[in-house]
């Protein structure tokens, strides 16, 4: 960009701390992909909702494009600046406005991290239940854009539950306050739930009003080897009829080794299996002891009718901590090896039919590449990672992944499922939005984006 258009933003947005410095262009232009090279640019710090809105009428008057960036783990390029644009970054508005314990709600701005907001709840005797591995770092606004999910949403559902106001910046640099932390409001469209998803291409998320939940009761963890696939969902079902679940995530005897090989972790079982559930589930003070006789009668249950070859309950926070790594670790130990992630999704009751299906083409498709399952199975949500081959070239892996994943998203339509469970749309998965929405949905998004941002300059290129 001319010095010239850059003097001009800059002189619209009096006070803005702009940088340009090819450090922060390097770490704030990207995601946690790493298909593109990022360049932006500036990257843009606003300190408060007027600056956020001034530079989005500076971009209008200047012709320039925002990428909005919050704590930069997406999984699909949503955050992706590699085109001149300017990030808009929420890492000077990291402030808890509000909390309100009688209506158990938290005001705050949207660079808040995910780990600040579960803090802060437990301060105040409540709980957010929004929890990934990314949690430290992924920020409010991040995760409302893109209705992050992670290991609770069994109980608890999407960020989209939580999230009971909005404050935005539109693509004309208006601000919406939106349902203003209200239970009930039935006035018309409901913006805010437009907003939630939209990964940035709608508007800029400055402040979220969250509603906490109660502080969950004592709890256990219990890592189970499946005898096989297919009988994943029995396993489930006797677990769910039984006792009150809160996560249930699965993951394939290579995603659990490359873990212990990363971290160096003992392998926490003595019989090794294909795949493996983790559970937890409830265990109030008051009957903890019928609890644990339970869990472990199905156990024994379960060894006998041959479901589960082997398994390990929990028998501290300490451990169970350390149950939970096995899970947790997995994105982090598949990040040095440029992973194409699909974030799949069916209807619970479709998993094993859909794995068994996906299983066979996924061997077939990606041949010499080591593929890593695993997935919130509890919510029908399957991620697969295809590891790039050492030695291949970054565009050539991307080439044939992209080829293959035509094959693999063909059967999630024919499931009736989603190319994007979780992660979002963003840049790698846009060629495939038609696989899980219609022409006329794709249609009307198009429209709701002419008239949220009619200039074209929020994330463009990103998820239509
Ligand atoms: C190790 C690891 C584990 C993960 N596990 C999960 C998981 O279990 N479940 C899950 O759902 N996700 C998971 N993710 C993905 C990721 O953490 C989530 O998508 C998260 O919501 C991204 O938040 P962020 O603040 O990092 O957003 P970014 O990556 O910075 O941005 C994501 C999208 O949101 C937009 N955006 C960011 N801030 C704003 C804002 N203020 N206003 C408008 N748009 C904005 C960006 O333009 C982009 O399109 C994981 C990621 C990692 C690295």
């Given at each position: 960009m001319s010095t010239s258009r850059i003097d001009t933003f800059r002189a619209q947005c009096p006070g803005l701390s702009l940088s340009t410095d090819p450090g922060v262009l390097e770490s704030h232009g990207q995601d946690w992909t790493r298909f593109r090279r990022p360049d932006p640019t500036a990257v843009a710090f606003p300190a408060d909702n007027t600056q956020v809105s001034d530079l989005v009428r500076a971009a209008i008057a200047t012709g320039m494009h925002l990428v909005p960036s919050g704590g930069r783990t997406g999984l699909s390029g949503g955050a992706l600046a590699a085109s001149g644009e300017i990030v808009v970054s929420m890492d000077r508005m990291r402030r808890i406005l509000h909390e309100d314990p009688a209506d158990r709600l938290l005001t705050v701005q949207a660079g808040v991290a995910?780990?600040?907001?579960?803090?802060?709840a437990r301060e105040l005797g409540l709980y957010y239940p929004v929890s990934f591995a990314a949690e430290g770092s992924a920020q409010v606004g991040g995760t409302i854009a893109t209705n992050a999910g992670g290991i609770r949403v069994l109980r608890h559902g999407m960020t989209r539950e939580r999230v009971k106001g909005l404050k935005v910046i539109d693509g004309r640099g208006r601000l919406l306050d939106l349902n203003r932390g209200l239970v009930k409001n039935?006035?018309?469209?409901?913006?805010?739930?437009?907003?939630?998803?939209?990964?940035?291409?709608l508007g800029i998320v400055v402040e979220a009003t969250l509603r906490l939940t109660e502080a969950p009761p004592p709890s256990r963890v219990m890592l189970l080897a499946l005898d096989s696939m297919p009988v994943m969902m029995t396993v489930l079902a006797k677990l769910r009829g039984s006792l009150r679940l809160s996560a249930c995530e699965f993951f394939s005897v290579g995603a659990l080794e490359l873990v212990c090989r990363s971290f160096d972790l003992r392998y926490p079982l003595e019989t090794s299996a294909d795949g493996f559930l983790l559970v937890e589930f409830?265990?109030?003070?008051?009957?903890?002891q019928h609890i644990e006789e339970q869990a472990l009668a199905i156990f024994d249950e379960m060894l006998e009718r041959g479901w589960i070859l082997d398994g390990v309950l929990s028998t501290s926070e300490a451990q169970k901590r350390a149950l939970w790594r096995y899970?947790?670790?997995?994105?982090?130990?598949?990040?040095?090896?440029?992973?194409?992630?699909?974030?799949?999704?069916?209807?619970?009751?479709?998993?094993p039919d859909f794995l068994q299906d996906l299983t066979t083409l996924a061997e077939a498709r990606f041949a010499g590449c080591s593929l890593l399952w695993y997935g919130h199975v509890g919510d029908g949500n399957l991620h697969m990672n295809v590891l790039k081959p050492e030695g291949e070239e970054t565009a050539a892996f991307e080439r044939r992944c992209k080829e293959a994943s035509e094959a693999i998203y063909r059967l999630v339509r024919a499931y009736g499922g989603s190319v994007s469970a979780e992660h979002g749309i963003g840049l790698l998965k846009r060629p495939f939005l038609g696989y899980s929405c219609s022409e006329e949905e794709i249609e009307l998004m198009r429209g709701i984006k002419q008239v949220m941002d009619p200039h074209g300059i929020l994330n463009p290129g990103k998820l239509l």
């Amino acid at each position: 960009m001319s010095t010239s258009r850059i003097d001009t933003f800059r002189a619209q947005c009096p006070g803005l701390s702009l940088s340009t410095d090819p450090g922060v262009l390097e770490s704030h232009g990207q995601d946690w992909t790493r298909f593109r090279r990022p360049d932006p640019t500036a990257v843009a710090f606003p300190a408060d909702n007027t600056q956020v809105s001034d530079l989005v009428r500076a971009a209008i008057a200047t012709g320039m494009h925002l990428v909005p960036s919050g704590g930069r783990t997406g999984l699909s390029g949503g955050a992706l600046a590699a085109s001149g644009e300017i990030v808009v970054s929420m890492d000077r508005m990291r402030r808890i406005l509000h909390e309100d314990p009688a209506d158990r709600l938290l005001t705050v701005q949207a660079g808040v991290a995910i780990a600040e907001v579960q803090a802060r709840a437990r301060e105040l005797g409540l709980y957010y239940p929004v929890s990934f591995a990314a949690e430290g770092s992924a920020q409010v606004g991040g995760t409302i854009a893109t209705n992050a999910g992670g290991i609770r949403v069994l109980r608890h559902g999407m960020t989209r539950e939580r999230v009971k106001g909005l404050k935005v910046i539109d693509g004309r640099g208006r601000l919406l306050d939106l349902n203003r932390g209200l239970v009930k409001n039935a006035s018309g469209y409901d913006l805010r739930h437009l907003m939630i998803g939209s990964e940035g291409t709608l508007g800029i998320v400055v402040e979220a009003t969250l509603r906490l939940t109660e502080a969950p009761p004592p709890s256990r963890v219990m890592l189970l080897a499946l005898d096989s696939m297919p009988v994943m969902m029995t396993v489930l079902a006797k677990l769910r009829g039984s006792l009150r679940l809160s996560a249930c995530e699965f993951f394939s005897v290579g995603a659990l080794e490359l873990v212990c090989r990363s971290f160096d972790l003992r392998y926490p079982l003595e019989t090794s299996a294909d795949g493996f559930l983790l559970v937890e589930f409830d265990v109030p003070a008051a009957s903890e002891q019928h609890i644990e006789e339970q869990a472990l009668a199905i156990f024994d249950e379960m060894l006998e009718r041959g479901w589960i070859l082997d398994g390990v309950l929990s028998t501290s926070e300490a451990q169970k901590r350390a149950l939970w790594r096995y899970r947790e670790a997995i994105s982090e130990a598949a990040a040095p090896y440029t992973p194409y992630k699909n974030d799949l999704s069916v209807r619970v009751s479709k998993l094993p039919d859909f794995l068994q299906d996906l299983t066979t083409l996924a061997e077939a498709r990606f041949a010499g590449c080591s593929l890593l399952w695993y997935g919130h199975v509890g919510d029908g949500n399957l991620h697969m990672n295809v590891l790039k081959p050492e030695g291949e070239e970054t565009a050539a892996f991307e080439r044939r992944c992209k080829e293959a994943s035509e094959a693999i998203y063909r059967l999630v339509r024919a499931y009736g499922g989603s190319v994007s469970a979780e992660h979002g749309i963003g840049l790698l998965k846009r060629p495939f939005l038609g696989y899980s929405c219609s022409e006329e949905e794709i249609e009307l998004m198009r429209g709701i984006k002419q008239v949220m941002d009619p200039h074209g300059i929020l994330n463009p290129g990103k998820l239509l």
